[in-house]
């Protein structure tokens, strides 16, 4: 049974920065592609971030390049978020999706689909993610 559970989440000035972790069981990560999404009260929940841990290509929302970087630690099953000089429109639920992918090959990750909520059906609770002053 796939199970993502998120953590990291909390309180945060403008500017400051927090490490979201994804941490799977049930699967091998090799085989799939880990999304990022968030969801503020009110909007409809938008993706921000995919990787392949298979090969480390990853793609970003144009919201979040330049701030926003994945890693991977495929040791332990666990996909890290770093979110760097966060802003007040960062806040929000973020969640972490794993989505089973046909082939190996780098260029199977398509933002267009994998920030695309909607194709994953495999989802953590979320974490809480405020910045304000």
């Known amino acids: 049974q796939v199970q993502l559970v998120e953590s990291g989440g909390g309180l945060v000035q403008p500017g400051g920065s927090l490490r979201l972790s994804c941490a799977a069981s049930?699967?091998?990560?090799?085989?799939?592609?880990i999304g990022w999404f968030r969801q503020a009260p009110g909007q409809e929940r938008e993706g921000i971030s995919c990787i392949m841990p298979s090969n480390g290509r990853t793609s970003y929302a144009s919201s979040t390049k330049g701030r926003f970087t994945l890693s991977r630690d495929n040791a332990n099953n666990t996909i890290y978020l770093q979110m760097n000089d966060l802003k007040t429109e960062d806040t929000a639920i973020y969640y972490c999706a794993a989505l089973r992918s046909v082939t190996p090959n780098p260029n199977y990750l398509n933002p267009k689909v994998h920030l695309n909520w909607k194709v994953y059906r495999n989802w953590g609770q979320g974490t809480q993610v405020t910045v304000s002053a």
């Open positions: 049930g699967i091998v990560l090799d085989y799939y592609v």
